[in-house]
């Protein structure tokens, strides 16, 4: 069946600018998460979303990073003033619920100039 | 919060030799922990994990351990295979699962 996708898959914007990169889980997953991994380094937690509970923001880096789930499908992580230091890749991972296996999507890799 | 180190960050070695991969985690509370490996220019996959009720789990070439006293868990590659080349990271949860943290990760080498 279908994986997890990501849109777009590559995003270049000028530093101030605002990014919306989207997520799509496989069907049925009820928890999304959101990661970034910076070049050479590991993934950084960025939010977990369960079902139609309030979702966990707790490892958001700073208040110009937001993100929504839809009908408890699809996510949408906006980065808002955009910075250098927001170059990364940007990844989503789904799973039936809480601590099972992650599939991951392929990831956007954001490039702030 | 979770605090997970991984050790080491590069490893290279023969292959057919094995490879042994260590993580330390912070919180007693945590007990799922999974292995991820990235191939360069791929998303994450896992390719196993273990809870905090047993001890060592095995999936033919890879096993891994976990102390729960000591707070660590280690993946074991044997008859490493040129395939085995990636970036791997272990992580560690709780039951909620709300939140995964992540190891930097370890860049292993198989060298043919």
């Known amino acids: 069946g279908a994986g997890v996708s990501q849109s777009p898959s590559n995003k270049v914007t000028e530093k101030g600018k605002d990014v919306e990169l989207r997520c799509d889980p496989i069907?049925?997953?009820?928890?999304l998460y959101w990661y970034r991994q910076s070049l050479g380094q590991g993934l950084e937690f960025l939010i977990y979303f369960q079902g139609n509970s309030a979702p966990d923001k707790s490892g958001l880096p700073s208040d110009r990073f937001s993100a929504e789930r839809t009908g408890g499908s699809v996510s949408t992580l906006t980065i808002q003033r955009t910075q250098q230091e927001d170059s990364a890749v940007y990844l989503c991972?789904?799973?039936?619920?809480?601590?099972?296996?992650?599939?991951f999507g392929p990831g956007t890799r954001l490039t702030v100039t | 919060g979770e605090n997970v180190e991984q050790h080491p960050s590069t490893l290279s070695v023969q292959e057919g030799d094995s490879a042994v991969i260590k993580c330390t985690y912070s919180?007693?509370?945590?007990?799922?922990f999974p292995w991820y490996k990235q191939e360069l220019g791929k998303r994450p996959q896992l390719i196993i994990d273990?809870?905090?009720?047993?001890g060592e789990k095995k999936d033919q070439r890879i096993a891994v351990t976990l102390n729960k006293t000591a707070k660590h868990f280690s993946l074991h590659i044997t008859e490493t295979q040129p395939e085995d080349s990636a970036v791997y990271f272990c992580a560690a949860s709780t039951n909620t699962g709300n939140q995964f943290y992540f190891g930097t990760g370890t860049s292993l080498t198989v060298i043919p």
């Open positions: 069907s049925g997953h009820t928890a």
């Open positions: 991972a789904s799973s039936y619920s809480g601590p099972l296996e992650q599939y």
């Open positions: 919180d007693s509370a945590s007990n799922y």
């Open positions: 273990i809870r905090s009720n047993v």
